[in-house]
């Protein structure tokens, strides 16, 4: 049974920071692209970052590059997302996902269709 756990999220000032991490189990992590998503409140859900199954390619949505880092420990099972200079509008939801057959999308950060969530971790952004 494939889970992913994600922990970390909080409430922090306008220039604060947080490090997401997402804990994966039963599946074999190494071949799997991985990605981060948030939703905020009365809006869809959206693609912050996604990397390759060996973290050699990562991938921004425009509105956090250079603030945000994707990353994974592959020893670990170990996704993680570190979010620097926060901004009031990055409050939402945010939730690790990850599908078979799914690197193709990762360029484009096109949540799975079929794939495996998390529950998700509040990150809550006050000015």
């Known amino acids: 049974q494939v889970q992913l756990v994600e922990s970390g999220g909080g409430s922090v000032q306008s220039g604060g920071s947080l490090t997401l991490s997402c804990a994966a189990s039963?599946?074999?992590?190494?071949?799997?692209?991985m990605g981060w998503f948030r939703q905020a409140p009365g809006k869809g859900r959206e693609g912050v970052a996604t990397?390759?199954?060996?973290?050699?390619?990562?991938y921004y949505a425009d509105s956090v590059k250079g603030r945000f880092t994707i990353s994974r420990d592959n020893a670990k099972n170990m996704l993680f997302l570190q979010l620097n200079n926060l901004k009031p509008e990055d409050t939402a939801i945010y939730y690790c996902?990850?599908?078979?057959?799914?690197?193709?999308?990762?360029?484009?950060?096109?949540?799975?269709?079929?794939?495996?969530w998390g529950q998700g971790t509040q990150v809550t952004v006050s000015s």
């Open positions: 996902a990850t599908s078979m057959n799914w690197c193709f999308a990762i360029s484009k950060l096109r949540p799975p269709s079929a794939g495996y």
């Open positions: 990397i390759s199954a060996r973290g050699d390619k990562t």
């Open positions: 039963g599946l074999t992590y190494s071949n799997m692209c």
